[in-house]
């Protein structure tokens, strides 16, 4: 699904936020990419979308290249990835429910079935009572769950999350985990960019330890401590 | 259809969010095409009072006191035959008398020390529009000033010249203002449009980042645009056509024509379209220099 070759991204003369970056992430994976802030997760994360442009080297995203992509296929390439931003990105004068239509109305998606999915997601995201709310009315742990459904709005191959447990405590890290583990197992591969290593150790995915720019660890998949979903499959719920 | 529906939406939602910023750029608008408007209908109605005049203009030839009939049909026939001779007539010295008297209506008094008739017979001749310039008017009237029996020659045209002349100023001079003050509407629009833009820059990157075109992003920016342009334009329209029907109520009060016109026109329906569309143009333009700024950015 995701191949880098040799990615490095350099700001300015010396600032080098990724150096020689090389891996491969299968489709329908769940993969850490993990260190602390500062170690480049967030540039990596934005090269994958074309959100920046590499200094060098190449990466393939769903077999193809978004460094040689022209600026016109672009949007195409977003609309196929979700994205959970650190600072979750919402409208804060608008309702939950038009932060989310905004993509659908994005894809032009008709209102009445992009409405549809809109109530099915805050479903799945347990926030169908809120849809009316501002996001200064919710709590971060909401907000961050707001953003997990904006960013399945496109029924996304790839979903990728930059520190989705960031501000939130432990018992709503876990639920934010479980949300993201439902929505790998339906099909979606998943990058999550991290800086909690407990949350990392106790889902046992494939991670990637970044640190000054540099991939310094793989760990692998630990199967005997692998994190499972729940056994009610919620995202199904959400699928039209 | 439903892109198209959304992108309609967003563009009056757009202009709901910022009415005054809006009402502020179609005022803006309005007062510059209200002049360049004036300057429309100014140089209209002048450009029809020059051509009424043209129509109308003629050369007087007075003729000396008792020419013969045999020089007088000569005569005739030698002016006839320039080509730059529309048509003419003849009015004999009785009958210039008569329109004295005519002209005199009420006041037919002050003829009465008169002795013998002093007014001349004379020619009026009627020139083709096509000769109606300086030169060829000098050529005609020296040749018919040559010609035996002519006393004298009299002909308006220095007035029609210098007309002419004020409604190419007036044209050029409005040209030249519309020119700038549509350069100052799509400044205008432009920076309402920015603050538009700025004020939804988070939106514009979320669209950006979920997949949205450029276009897509664009078009109801643009859309906004025309829109205060269009309105821009409409106004001044409905303002010029209140203007215009006032003054046509104060002319009609006045005693007699003006200037030998019955009443002025308004502008053409052609023109009303083309004013709207420029409005419209004006806005777009305005709209898209704000938006692609930011793009790039």
């Known amino acids: 699904m995701i191949q880098f070759f040799h990615v490095t991204k350099t700001y300015g003369r010396d600032l080098e936020a990724l150096a020689d970056i090389n891996f491969r992430i299968q489709k329908g994976e769940f993969v850490f990419i993990a260190g602390p802030s500062g170690a480049g997760k967030t540039t990596l994360l934005r090269l994958i979308f074309r959100d920046e442009l590499p200094t060098s080297g190449q990466i393939l995203v769903n077999g193809r290249n978004v460094v040689r992509m022209p600026e016109r296929a672009i949007p195409q390439l977003r609309r196929s990835i979700g994205v959970i931003f650190q600072d979750f990105k919402l409208l804060r004068d608008r309702s939950i429910a038009e932060n989310l239509g905004l993509v659908y109305r994005v894809l032009g998606i008709p209102s009445a079935v992009g409405k549809r999915k809109v109530a099915n997601l805050l479903r799945l995201v347990g926030l169908s009572h809120k849809v009316q709310l501002t996001p200064y009315k919710l709590s971060g742990g909401e907000q961050q769950r707001v953003a997990i459904a904006r960013a399945l709005m496109n029924d996304p191959l790839l979903l990728l999350a930059d520190e989705p447990t960031g501000d939130l405590d432990a018992d709503l890290a876990v639920e934010v985990m479980r949300l993201l583990s439902e929505i790998n197992a339906r099909g979606t591969t998943v990058v999550v960019a991290t800086h909690d290593m407990g949350v990392v150790r106790e889902m046992g995915r494939r991670t990637f330890v970044l640190k000054t720019g540099r991939v310094v660890e793989e760990i692998p998949e630990d199967s005997t401590t692998r994190w499972r979903p729940s056994p009610r499959p919620t995202v199904e719920d959400a699928i039209i | ?297």
């Open chain 2, 1 to 297: 259809m439903d892109r198209l529906r959304y992108i309609l939406e967003d563009a009056l939602v757009n202009l709901r969010r910022s009415r005054w910023r809006a009402l502020a750029a179609i005022g803006t608008i309005a007062v510059s095409f209200l002049i360049v408007g004036i300057f429309l209908i100014i140089t209209r109605n002048l450009g029809a009072l020059l051509s009424e005049w043209k129509e109308q203009f003629q050369i007087t030839v007075f003729l000396e006191d008792g020419i013969p009939t045999e020089q007088l049909a000569l005569l005739k026939k030698r002016i006839q035959s320039e080509s730059a001779v529309k048509a003419m007539t003849y009015t004999s010295k009785e009958e210039a008398l008569q329109n004295f008297r005519r002209e005199l209506k009420g006041k037919e008094s002050l003829l009465e020390g008169l002795g013998e008739n002093p007014l001349p017979a004379s020619f009026q001749i009627r020139v083709h529009e096509s000769s109606q310039t300086p030169e060829d008017l000098g050529k005609l009237s020296a040749f018919l000033s040559r010609l035996e029996g002519v006393e004298d020659v009299m002909y308006g045209q220095e007035w029609v010249d210098r007309l002419a002349a004020a409604v190419r100023i007036l044209r050029l001079l409005g040209l030249s203002v519309g020119l700038a003050l549509s350069l100052a509407s799509v400044l205008i629009v432009s920076n309402t449009i920015r603050l538009a833009v700025y004020a939804r820059a988070d939106e514009i990157e979320i669209m950006r980042l979920v997949g949205a075109t450029k276009m897509h992003i664009r078009a109801p920016f643009l859309l906004e645009g025309m829109i205060q342009g269009g309105l821009g334009a409409g106004l001044a329209l409905l303002l010029l056509y209140g203007a215009y029907r006032a003054t046509m109520w104060q002319l009609q009060q006045a005693p007699g024509p003006m200037l030998g016109m019955e009443v002025g026109s308004f502008l053409d329906t052609h023109w009303i379209a083309a004013m709207l569309l420029a409005g419209a143009v004006v806005g777009a333009f305005g709209s898209l220099i704000s938006v692609g700024r930011f793009l790039r950015a």
